[in-house]
């Protein structure tokens, strides 16, 4: 057995036979050593999220938003992030057309179904807020009409926290738009090794093959919404928000929307580890990333700075009593 083999089947719930085993070994193929961010996006594109992958450059961002595309037979769009993006580069514009003297709508790159989002944070707050109602309800209106996106539909962006010249916050609205924020961390040695050796001869994520299709990502979707969350584990992740809320070190604490986020994602990732019911675990692993990039704390007004934010999430989620 590989090593590629043994990091899908060594992640909870990945049978050889299943679907979830398919998709992760596809993408683990290429993104070496990281099974923890590629689990992330899998339950984010489970449970009809979207993903904000950030880092310091060349340590894979892009690599996984490809490989993950890469491994779904659907449509796929790469938007370069600039400063001088407009609005209508995203979404699209109405043509005229001398001929028939009307005008026709000619569909951006967002009509797609993975979005990989370069960069986001290089663009102005008003091209930025052209992906919100895409993000949030799968639509998209442009001059009075209102277009529907194709299902599955998933916005995976990229930013490096650590870069400020050029760039732009991402404002609250646009941040809580993310499911789940992912950290991609520097690879360990032996891993390290393997991507110099593996990628000698080119670039690995052009040679994969798709190995699912957007019906079966469909199903996977509705799946995780039948995934049974008993009311005591509903209580303890209500527990950990309203603590979020009260807390001493947070001026802003976590919304609805991001309660129900932690829910679905919750669902995601009990299906993804093999399960039809949420257990505590579920809740536990997922409240940093879903929740810290939505709390606004006391000590780190300026945005980005997120690392004061996962530990006190991390902290208020050590001292909730976990449901026996």
């Known amino acids: 057995m590989n090593s590629t083999q043994t990091a899908a089947r060594s992640a909870p719930g990945f049978d050889a036979a299943s679907p979830l085993a398919r998709l992760f070994e596809n993408i683990a193929s290429v993104v070496l050593g990281k099974p923890e961010p590629i689990k992330l996006a899998v339950v984010a594109l489970l449970a009809e999220g979207h993903v904000l992958i950030e880092d310091v450059p060349g340590v894979?961002?892009?690599?996984?938003?490809?490989?993950?595309?890469?491994?779904?037979?659907?449509?796929?769009?790469?938007?370069?992030?600039?400063?001088?993006?407009?609005?209508?580069?995203?979404?699209?514009?109405?043509?005229?057309?001398?001929?028939?003297?009307?005008?026709?709508?000619?569909?951006?790159?967002?009509?797609?179904?993975?979005?990989?989002?370069?960069?986001?944070?290089?663009?102005?707050?008003?091209?930025?807020?052209?992906?919100?109602?895409?993000?949030?309800?799968?639509?998209?209106?442009?001059?009075?009409?209102?277009?529907?996106?194709?299902?599955?539909?998933?916005?995976?962006?990229?930013?490096?926290?650590?870069?400020?010249?050029?760039?732009?916050?991402?404002?609250?609205?646009?941040?809580?738009?993310?499911?789940?924020?992912?950290?991609?961390?520097?690879?360990?040695?032996?891993?390290?090794?393997?991507?110099?050796?593996?990628?000698?001869?080119?670039?690995?994520?052009?040679?994969?093959?798709?190995?699912?299709?957007?019906?079966?990502?469909?199903?996977?979707?509705?799946?995780?919404?039948?995934?049974?969350?008993?009311?005591a584990i509903a209580d303890y992740l209500l527990e950990i928000v309203h603590a979020s809320r009260q807390s001493d070190d947070l001026h802003v604490g976590v919304s609805t929307r991001g309660a129900l986020t932690l829910y679905r994602a919750a669902q995601s990732l009990a299906l993804v580890s093999g399960r039809d019911f949420v257990v505590p675990d579920d809740v536990k692993t997922l409240a940093v990333p879903v929740l810290a990039h939505r709390v606004v704390g006391k000590s780190f007004l300026q945005a980005g700075e997120f690392g004061a934010a996962e530990a006190i999430i991390r902290d208020i989620v050590d001292r909730i009593r976990v449901p026996s």
Do not use: W
């Open 60 to 231: 894979g961002k892009t690599l996984l938003a490809r490989a993950l595309a890469s491994s779904i037979d659907c449509s796929f769009r790469r938007i370069q992030f600039t400063p001088d993006l407009l609005p209508s580069d995203i979404l699209g514009s109405s043509v005229y057309h001398a001929g028939s003297g009307e005008f026709e709508f000619k569909p951006g790159p967002i009509f797609a179904n993975v979005i990989l989002a370069d960069e986001i944070n290089r663009t102005t707050p008003r091209t930025q807020s052209a992906l919100l109602e895409a993000m949030s309800d799968s639509q998209v209106s442009v001059e009075g009409a209102t277009h529907a996106l194709t299902p599955p539909f998933i916005v995976l962006a990229t930013q490096n926290p650590y870069e400020f010249e050029g760039t732009y916050v991402l404002p609250e609205s646009q941040l809580d738009r993310f499911m789940i924020r992912v950290r991609m961390g520097y690879p360990d040695r032996s891993e390290e090794r393997r991507v110099l050796t593996t990628h000698r001869g080119g670039e690995p994520v052009v040679e994969l093959r798709p190995v699912l299709n957007g019906e079966d990502v469909r199903g996977l979707q509705q799946a995780v919404r039948r995934v049974r969350v008993e009311d």
